[in-house]
């Protein structure tokens, strides 16, 4: 009876799983570019004087999967569209939302986050693409470290021990490792994988990703991506109409960097007393000097938000030039890196026969 009851149960929640993923009632969370086309694209339509709903409706037949059913039913059922975004979009489009409905600015709003994602859409695809060429050089030599320790160096051992000769230190320092290391080579992997682990687990306690997100943004390049995620951010709001608190609140929740995000909060609370935006950032070392006067100009003209987004400009065009710098330079330092392992390698493994031969002689 029992297990009649469970394989009811267990049927009657498949049924309602799938009619809950057939009427659009699972909501699937767009990533960053189609965030950025899904703005667009409704941002065209209200602007040529299309209804929400009916907007909606054409954005979502013009998606090849049609993950915005859920958002048409629940305002189709009388919810404003920021309710409805609510766990399926990001909280600055959310707050962004909610902003310009009750500024009547929905559209204006619409843009500004469309440049902003297509904007952070394009800068993840360069760092990627800056990314791929050095990868692949690391894992050219080590692929190229485990052939020669595994497949290579046990044919010149038997080979050594053939001709009886005298092997120098490097040889048989050589020989020694891969010996160990062709042996034990899973071990290795099993070691490195397990570490790997260890670091994600412990990053994601709480202690743990606030100790490595204090660790990451002593490093320069990501504490001025972060200053520039935050500052769009904060600027993309402000444009949008949401208040300076709120806006703060969700370009601090939005962050991925938990340090940074603790730093945000202060901030926030800072302004909350009274105090201005510029005063309080000079208190964190993490921002630069050189943004402090210029967020001060643009706090006395009342045009913040347009002076955080040049600033953000100005820094984003820096850190390409830098990232440019740096990928120009490690792409030689790698393929000679490569070309040292395995030229180490090889004359290790030539330099008994050169003796050989020379004895010969």
Not at 137 to 149: K, P
Not at 227 to 244: E, H, M, T, Y
Not at 253 to 262: D, E, G, H, I, Y
Request: net charge positive; aromatic share 10%.
């Amino acid at each position: 009876m029992k297990l009649l009851h469970w394989k009811l149960g267990l049927r009657s929640s498949l049924r309602l799983c799938h009619s809950d993923f057939m009427f659009g009632r699972k909501k699937l969370v767009p990533n960053k570019r189609q965030i950025a086309h899904f703005c667009d694209q409704l941002k065209m339509l209200l602007t040529a004087g299309v209804p929400l709903l009916e907007a909606l409706q054409i954005v979502n037949n013009i998606s090849s999967t049609n993950k915005y059913e859920s958002l048409i039913n629940e305002i189709a059922d009388g919810q404003s569209l920021a309710q409805a975004m609510n766990g399926s979009f990001p909280q600055m489009v959310i707050s962004t939302a909610q902003g310009a409905e009750k500024s009547g600015s929905l559209a204006e709003a619409l843009e500004n986050l469309s440049k902003y994602y297509e904007h952070q859409a394009e800068v993840e695809d360069k760092i990627k693409s800056a990314l791929v060429y050095p990868g692949f050089i690391l894992a050219l030599c080590f692929l190229s470290m485990f052939v020669l320790l595994v497949f290579v160096l046990p044919g010149f051992k038997s080979l050594f021990a053939d001709m009886g000769a005298e092997l120098p230190l490097l040889t048989k320092l050589i020989i020694a490792f891969g010996d160990v290391f062709s042996r034990f080579w899973s071990l290795f992997f099993i070691a490195v994988v397990s570490v790997y682990f260890l670091i994600v687990f412990y990053k994601r306690t709480h202690k743990g990703g606030l100790q490595v997100d204090q660790i990451l943004l002593k490093i320069g390049f990501i504490r001025k991506q972060q200053v520039i995620n935050a500052f769009r951010s904060l600027g993309s709001l402000l444009k949008g109409g949401v208040p300076i608190i709120e806006a703060l609140n969700t370009a601090a929740s939005s962050s991925t960097n938990q340090a940074f995000k603790n730093i945000f909060f202060h901030i926030k609370a800072e302004i909350e007393n009274g105090n201005s935006l510029s005063d309080v950032l000079k208190r964190q070392p993490v921002f630069p000097k050189e943004s402090f006067q210029m967020i001060s100009v643009g706090e006395n003209s009342g045009r913040l938000a347009e002076m955080l987004l040049s600033i953000c400009d100005y820094y984003e065009r820096e850190r390409q030039v830098a990232l440019k710098r740096f990928t120009a330079l490690l792409e030689p330092c790698l393929t000679l890196f490569v070309g040292l392992v395995v030229g180490f390698i090889a004359v290790s493994m030539f330099l008994p026969m050169m003796n050989v031969i020379s004895q010969l002689q």
